[in-house]
């Protein structure tokens, strides 16, 4: 059974700081993906990264997938109040066709 | 687009009852999933379709649930009878390829 683990799972930081959100999973996998969820919103699609070593960035935001590791990063450049959220990695089994397996979230609350 | 649209938003009941969610996938997706969300559990897939056919539904948590989707823009999920811990907002996405877009959402309050 496929497990997804996050960490933190809640974090607060103060805006103008660096930090990263982690994501282990158990299994071999080909695809992650990122969302983020506001405070009684639905999920919204941020990063889908589908090879070893792949990077993508938009705005303060960078992901990256270590395959080798089962590890993902979600890392965030210079917060600001705008990136309060819920951050989720999702993880797809090889065999288990378009199945996601979801991490517990990460809360994200970035004072000012 | 639209993107994922669902119905009702809200939903308020009390136990016993029936509850049906609606969900209309985005259009040219063949792919339609529904997931259950709480503080206590998360995000739980329910079942999901390709192609209006079911391919998993181990999620679905007992017999009071059922799924359908007759056509390629519809599908519902059917709580019979309805109890509260079957309280939840309850998602549903669809993807053509990789990335699954989800719809607002229902909030089921089951009294």
């Known amino acids: 059974e496929l497990k997804v683990e996050q960490n933190p799972l809640f974090l607060s930081m103060q805006e103008g700081k660096n930090y990263t959100i982690y994501c282990n999973y158990s299994?071999?996998?080909?695809?992650l993906y990122w969302y983020r969820q506001d405070p009684g919103k639905s999920l919204e699609s941020l990063f889908v990264?589908?090879?070893?070593?792949a990077v993508k960035q938009e705005g303060r935001l960078m992901a990256s997938l270590d395959t080798k590791a089962r590890l993902s990063t979600l890392h965030i450049t210079a917060a600001v109040h705008d990136l309060s959220a819920t951050y989720f990695c999702?993880?797809?089994?090889?065999?288990?066709?378009?199945?996601?397996?979801f991490g517990e979230g990460t809360q994200l609350t970035v004072n000012p | 687009d639209a993107g994922v649209i669902q119905s009702p938003r809200h939903e308020v009941t009390e136990m016993g009852q029936e509850v049906t969610l609606r969900c209309k996938p985005i259009?040219?997706?063949?792919?339609l999933f529904w997931y259950r969300q709480t503080m206590m559990r998360g995000l739980e897939l329910l079942i999901y379709?390709?192609?209006?056919?079911?391919?998993?539904d181990s999620g679905m948590p007992e017999d009071r649930f059922s799924a359908k989707m007759p056509n390629a823009s519809f599908s519902t999920l059917k709580i019979q009878p309805s109890e509260p811990r079957d309280s939840a907002v309850y998602f549903c996405?669809?993807?053509?390829?990789?990335?699954?877009?989800f719809g607002p959402g229902t909030r089921l309050t089951v009294l």
């Open positions: 996405a669809s993807s053509v390829k990789d990335t699954q877009y």
């Open positions: 299994t071999t996998s080909d695809r």
């Open positions: 990264l589908l090879s070893n070593g």
């Open positions: 999702a993880v797809g089994e090889l065999t288990s066709g378009s199945r996601l397996t």
């Open positions: 259009s040219g997706h063949d792919y």
């Open positions: 379709f390709n192609n209006n056919v079911p391919i998993d």
